[in-house]
């Protein structure tokens, strides 16, 4: 799970900035999955990407949040005009594309946002 | 209702017990997965174990293994011999594959804070 890398590891952003996360799969993986954990929590489910596709964005805030995962580069989580609320710590994981290996998934080291 | 129920939210126990941790799932997907992550004090998210709803066996994974039990919707967590090091946070999670047909996200529980005494 070292492999899955995210950047930056902190963040800091004033009332109404942008955040903006990376993630970078292992190697050879293409599907891409954001997860939220606010504080004293489990992580909740957010987002699922293929390059270039969204699947399943049913855990995504309807405003402010969004995601990409484009054909060359990191899959970004984008969130606009953050609130206080936003503060959490942001879990990236991949997994294989093999439907036989598709439960595994490879979590990154965490974007840890704080809202000020 | 809570798909993933942990009903610990915090165990000690001394070094070299064995320790059970409790997780109960709610699915009406007949295919589903079920995993335990530790998240130790320094965040990161590292996958222990994983067992799938059609297994015969119960998973085991060196001093890891899972007591499923599917009649019960019931994947308790064994970690025999524990030690020091195994004070984390434990989370139990599914994946059900009817919701996507595939990779799909994870559903968490609450999770269990074990701390291990010398």
């Known amino acids: 799970n070292a492999g899955v890398m995210q950047n930056p590891r902190h963040l800091v952003r004033r009332r109404g900035q942008e955040a903006r996360l990376r993630c970078s799969p292992m190697?050879?993986?293409?599907?891409v999955y954001w997860y939220r954990q606010l504080p004293e929590e489990g992580l909740k489910f957010m987002v699922y990407l293929q390059k270039e596709n969204i699947i399943d964005e049913s855990g995504m805030p309807k405003e402010r949040f969004s995601a990409e995962f484009p054909k060359e580069g990191p899959s970004i989580l984008r969130i606009q005009q953050v609130v206080r609320g936003d503060s959490a710590a942001y879990f990236c994981?991949?997994?294989?594309?093999?439907?036989?290996?598709?439960?595994?998934?490879?979590f990154g080291p965490g974007t840890r946002l704080t809202v000020t | 209702a809570q798909k993933i129920t942990q009903t610990q939210p915090g165990m000690f126990v001394q070094e070299k017990e064995a320790v059970t941790l409790d997780c109960t799932y709610d699915?009406?997907?007949?295919?589903?997965?079920l995993f335990w992550y530790k998240q130790p004090s320094s965040g990161e998210m590292i996958f222990l174990i994983y067992q799938g709803s059609y297994d015969q066996q119960n998973a085991t994974e060196g001093r890891y293994s899972l007591n499923f039990q599917k009649a019960r919707k019931s994947a308790n967590l064994v970690i025999s011999a524990s030690q020091l090091g195994d004070s984390a946070m434990y989370f139990c999670a599914m994946r059900e594959e009817m919701r996507g047909g595939g990779a799909d996200g994870l559903t968490f529980g609450k999770g269990t804070h074990l701390i291990i005494q010398p």
């Open positions: 190697k050879g993986h293409s599907h």
């Open positions: 699915t009406s997907d007949p295919s589903y997965g």
């Open positions: 994981a991949s997994s294989p594309p093999s439907p036989q290996r598709a439960y595994e998934q490879y």
